[in-house]
């Protein structure tokens, strides 16, 4: 059974980091494209960055530079780092399992990001 | 960059039909996909690849995609079928969603 457990949500001020971890079971991370997608209160859901199994990587304008995907195959895992956190970068952060470049098949329950003062 | 756009709301009475529509430039030519999420839940895919459905969702939601058009159809509707819905493409390696359709079931 396929499952994505995402942590390491919480509270932080503006300009501050976090690192999201999104732990794998069921299938193997290094062999899929993985994924982040964020959804702020009350609002959609934003594409945020992505990893595919060759390695690149890619992000949305809103967080290039500041946001870096990697993965941990010993651990099957797949992490965001975040740096210079806004307070626009408030939201529930899900990792998604990718089917090639196509559509998001196995999603996480989600963590959140409070970025305040 | 690529724009989809949904109603915000659709409404439809228990027992018919739900359409909800995903426009953007010549969506006709790309792959459609749809998520239902639930308040408090994780999105869940309904339809990929325009039509088709995953394992485990019901025969009664359907889609299809044309010129500047994509529609997801709910027959039936179900109190359970109440959630946001979401369409999303994939366009020069990013991948965009609808600003999400919030499916009312009277």
């Known amino acids: 059974e396929v499952q994505l457990v995402e942590s390491g949500g919480g509270l932080v001020q503006p300009g501050g980091s976090l690192r999201l971890s999104c732990a794998a079971s069921g299938f193997t991370v290094s062999s899929n494209y993985m994924s982040w997608v964020r959804q702020a209160p009350g609002k959609g859901l934003e594409w945020v960055s992505v990893i595919y199994s060759g390695g690149s990587t890619y992000y949305a304008d809103s967080v290039k530079g500041r946001f870096t995907i990697s993965r941990d195959n010993s651990k099957n895992t797949l992490y965001l780092q975040m740096n210079s956190l806004r307070a626009e970068d408030t939201a529930v952060y899900y990792c998604?399992?990718?089917?090639?470049?196509?559509?998001?098949?196995?999603w996480g329950q989600g963590t959140l990001v409070t970025v305040s003062s | 960059s690529y724009e989809l756009t949904q109603p915000l709301s659709v409404s439809v009475a228990l027992g018919q039909t739900a359409r909800i529509t995903c426009g953007g430039n010549?969506?006709?030519?790309?792959?459609v996909h749809w998520y239902q999420q639930k308040p408090g839940q994780a999105p869940v895919l309904v339809i990929y690849r325009d039509s088709n459905r995953p394992s485990g969702i019901p025969e009664r939601f359907s889609g299809s995609n044309s010129g500047n058009t994509a529609t997801l159809t709910i027959s039936r509707a179900q109190a359970g079928d109440e959630a946001d819905y979401y369409c999303q493409v994939w366009d020069s390696s990013t991948w965009v969603f609808g600003g999400g359709t919030k499916l009312t079931v009277l």
């Open positions: 010549n969506i006709g030519s790309k792959n």
């Open positions: 998604a399992r990718l089917r090639g470049s196509s559509h998001f098949d196995y």
